[in-house]
């Protein structure tokens, strides 16, 4: 199984912006959990298979354009079944300075 390619475009005290390309069916993000709240941005669309941390799994669908958001603690691995490349923008939404702890 091929690695997606994250490529971080912005990260200071506000935000975090990744943009992640799935250059073929089977690339996958890898397990990982989500640190803050995040909104995803999908420039072409597509199709994934969301994998939770105990195994169970769920179909995606993206549409381009569309974004939605998602939760920080969200534990999961993203694999690519677009039967194409696909890229979404990822945008993690961190504490504001002036936010108390």
Known sequence: MATALGSISTDNEQVRVTTWTFAAD??????HRHEFDYVVVPVTGGTFRVT???G??????????????GAAGTTHD???????AAVF????????????P
């Open 56 to 69: 169970s799994e769920r179909e995606l669908a993206q549409t381009a354009g569309v974004a939605y958001a």
């Open 78 to 84: 993203v694999t690519n079944i677009s039967g194409c």
């Open 26 to 31: 089977g690339d996958a993000t890898g397990r």
């Open 52 to 54: 939770g941390p105990d």
């Open 89 to 100: 923008v990822e945008v993690e939404l961190k504490e504001h300075p002036s936010d108390p």
